[in-house]
């Protein structure tokens, strides 16, 4: 279903990539599959969907692999498979486990609006005791237009603050682009642009991560870490938002809504 090789031609861009090990590849899978997959996203509105409204993101999302329909279930299926996971561990030089609970994965769709504030994903598997190490997103937005915004932004780190410092590059969102990333460094990424598409399209994208034996030290984040926007700076409220939702006890009290 993907031609690994293309991964592997582009490995020594993905490690001299700033701020963060990253690659940006277009035409990741076959046109008729991607459509397919597109076409099996569900209505914004279903009411399976996780509903995630609030002033750090915006968006819905569903890993539930009952509701997937039959070529988005073997498709991550496929993203799952030993033959997969253990090629791309081989082209990046690490020994990757999947997570067939697509947690934190899955259909992530953002509508008019949609947001999703500069972060660092958790860190340690809240169930597995895994390190969280790879990310992999697939846009599957057919006809998406550069003004519809919702462009993939990846920011580096101020060490002194532990916050997002500069935002470095911005990858435009292309139907069957795809992003690889690691995740493990302190690789803070987001929407650069909120959704403005008048109502007109929807941003959906496939994400699936992939994990790693944890390092003898390491920090045991089991929830992201947000960051503020710029106009949301020295806003005690959204500080405290920001607490709550690093916090696994206080998290689905103030961030999801089904």
Sequence with gaps: MINTEIIRN???VYKAAKPFPHLVIDDFLD????QKLSNEFPDINDNSLFNYSNPLEKKSALNDWNKFPSNTYSF???LCSNDFVNQLGEILG???????GLHGGGWHMHPDGGKLNPHLDYNIHPKLGLQRRINLIIY?????KPEYGGHFGLWSNNEETNRPDKLIKEVEIKFNRAVIFDTSLQSWHGLSRQVTSDGQKIRK???IYYLCVPPATYVDRQRALYAPTEDQKNNPEI???IKKR???QQYKDHYITK
């Excluded at 046109?31 to 991607?34: D, H, P, S, T, V």
């Design 10 to 12: 582009g490995i020594e």
């Design 31 to 34: 046109l008729e599959l991607a």
């Design 76 to 78: 991550f299926e496929f």
């Design 94 to 100: 690490i020994k990757l486990f999947p997570d067939f």
């Design 140 to 144: 599957l937005s057919e006809d998406w």
């Design 205 to 207: 994208s496939l994400a």
């Design 239 to 241: 500080d405290e938002l």
């Design 246 to 248: 690093s916090d696994s």
